[in-house]
């Protein structure tokens, strides 16, 4: 299989998994792959509803379900002992909302592809001087193409990713701005969509993505 950053290049799309029913989680990801999704994150739960150590479960049996064929990482992740977790049980990288130099470093000590969340150009910079491998813009609904922009002209060796807000239709111009890719959640893998168990659709609502993101 080819290295995590070749295949996000070449389909620049991170599928987000939240609160997905172990029985319905590798039905769930064939139906991503068939649509072109090659990266997917399955995220903490931070109400307290599953622990974390469930969630970890979720991403072994997610790992060697699709193993050959995608990476699987963890989303909402803000505590050492999650990212601890993600690596014991074959994850690949490693999601934040937020900026945390001890996550990013603790990430890339395992060897584990390292995202962090950021909003602003200050926590952009603290995300790349601590090693990030890759920074998301969170909420991207709220910066917008413009701020892209405008952050990579100091800050050209940034590789931005776009999550929450991002449609087919708005894509291209995160794209021309200069991200490199986005995470994509209810817009693919919709509740809906889970509990009539419409993995066709779901299959659908991933090549949308991916083909507009080419």
Same mark, same amino acid.
């Given at each position: #299989?080819? =290295? @995590?950053?070749?295949? @996000?290049?070449?389909?620049? %799309?991170?599928?987000?998994?939240?609160?997905?029913?172990?029985?319905?989680?590798?039905?769930?990801?064939?139906?991503?792959?068939?649509?072109?999704?090659?990266?997917?994150? /399955?995220?903490?739960?931070?109400? !307290?509803?599953?622990?974390?150590?469930?969630?970890?479960?979720?991403?072994? *049996?997610?790992?060697?379900?699709?193993?050959?064929?995608?990476?699987? !990482?963890? &989303?909402?992740?803000?505590?050492?002992?999650?990212?601890?977790?993600?690596?014991?049980?074959? !994850?690949?990288?490693?999601?934040?909302?937020?900026?945390?130099?001890? /996550?990013?470093?603790? =990430?890339?000590?395992?060897?584990?592809?390292?995202?962090? !969340? *950021? #909003?602003?150009?200050?926590?952009?910079?603290?995300?790349?001087?601590?090693? *990030?491998?890759?920074?998301?813009?969170?909420?991207?609904?709220?910066?917008?193409?413009?701020? %892209?922009?405008?952050?990579?002209?100091?800050?050209?060796?940034?590789?931005? %990713?776009?999550?929450? $807000?991002?449609?087919?239709? +708005?894509?291209?111009?995160?794209?021309?701005?200069?991200?490199?890719?986005? $995470?994509? &959640?209810?817009?693919?893998?919709?509740?809906?969509?889970?509990?009539?168990?419409?993995? +066709?659709?779901?299959?659908?609502?991933?090549?949308?993505?991916?083909?507009?993101?080419?």
């Amino acid at each position: #299989m080819k =290295s @995590f950053d070749e295949l @996000f290049l070449q389909t620049r %799309v991170v599928a987000i998994l939240r609160k997905v029913e172990p029985s319905l989680l590798c039905d769930v990801l064939d139906a991503l792959y068939d649509g072109g999704i090659r990266l997917a994150e /399955i995220t903490y739960d931070h109400s !307290g509803e599953i622990s974390d150590e469930t969630i970890a479960k979720n991403i072994r *049996a997610a790992h060697e379900h699709m193993s050959g064929r995608m990476y699987i !990482g963890a &989303g909402t992740v803000t505590r050492a002992s999650q990212v601890e977790l993600t690596a014991s049980v074959g !994850g690949s990288f490693i999601i934040s909302p937020n900026t945390d130099a001890e /996550i990013i470093k603790l =990430s890339r000590k395992h060897g584990l592809i390292s995202m962090p !969340g *950021a #909003m602003t150009v200050s926590e952009i910079s603290t995300a790349l001087d601590a090693g *990030a491998d890759y920074v998301k813009l969170f909420p991207a609904s709220s910066l917008g193409p413009k701020f %892209v922009k405008a952050v990579l002209a100091p800050f050209s060796d940034a590789r931005l %990713v776009a999550v929450s $807000g991002v449609t087919p239709e +708005n894509m291209r111009e995160y794209l021309d701005a200069g991200c490199v890719g986005f $995470g994509i &959640g209810s817009g693919i893998v919709q509740s809906a969509l889970l509990s009539k168990r419409d993995f +066709n659709a779901i299959s659908e609502n991933a090549r949308r993505y991916v083909d507009a993101a080419r």
